[in-house]
């Protein structure tokens, strides 16, 4: 896939947000959803280059939300 055929963008994890709201500590969540702290740590960062879906699946029911509480698309306009 080359830029010209998707626009330039970034995902913004809003991780941190849900797990405030829900008095959610990350090693918690991490125990709960069955990742190691690490991987859960990569995806609040968001250095990462996909979530499974069986990941994402469980993180919505622990937090009690929906994808798109946790993730949000930012169309980024290329520099010329």
């Not at 008095?23 to 125990?31: G, P």
């Not at 959803?33 to 990941?55: N, W």
Request: charged share 30%; proline share 4%.
């Amino acid at each position: 896939m080359s830029e010209e055929q998707h626009p330039a963008g970034e995902i913004i994890v809003h991780l941190d947000v849900m797990l405030a709201r829900r008095k959610i500590r990350s090693k918690d969540l991490a125990e709960r959803i069955g990742v190691s702290e690490q991987a859960l740590s990569m995806i609040k960062t968001g250095k990462i280059k996909g979530v499974r879906f069986s990941t994402l699946i469980a993180l919505c029911d622990v937090l009690d939300c929906q994808p798109g509480e946790l993730f949000e698309f930012r169309r980024v306009e290329p520099k010329d």
